[in-house]
Nanobody, 123 residues
Framework: QVQLVESGGGLVQSGVSLRLSCAASGRTISGYAMGWFRQAPGKEREFVAAIRWTGSSTYYADSVKGRFTISRDNAKNTVYLQMNSLKPEDTAVYYC????????????????WGRGTQVTVSS
């Protein structure tokens, strides 16, 4: 079992940056691809970014490409999402998720989930 806990969310103004963290416990995440998803009120959970278990490749949703960066520190069992140039449409609960090895973009393909951290971007 892998337990995931997100942190770093908050209320910010448009244009600023935030860095989310996802701390894992119970098992090393070194063999897991890690993903970030988000869910806004009344909307389905959507893919944001993912990183392969080796860290050698990443993948982003078009809506965040060039603004968000996913990274991982397997020694710290932690994954990060650096979010720059935040927009009001980035407002959502952000979730961290894990699955074995390879990147995926659908929520159903992930085995483990955190409880989420709220990000609110005001205009």
């Amino acid at each position: 079992q892998v337990q995931l806990v997100e942190s770093g969310g908050g209320l910010v103004q448009s244009g600023v940056s935030l860095r989310l963290s996802c701390a894992a416990s119970g098992r090393t995440i070194s063999g897991y691809a890690m993903g970030w998803f988000r869910q806004a009120p009344g909307k389905e959970r959507e893919f944001v970014a993912a990183i392969r278990w080796t860290g050698s490749s990443t993948y982003y949703a078009d809506s965040v490409k060039g603004r968000f960066t996913i990274s991982r520190d397997n020694a710290k069992n932690t994954v990060y999402l650096q979010m720059n140039s935040l927009k009001p449409e980035d407002t959502a609960v952000y979730y961290c998720a894990a699955r074995p090895f390879s990147i995926a973009t659908m929520p159903d393909e992930y085995n483990y989930w955190g409880r989420g951290t709220q990000v609110t971007v005001s205009s």
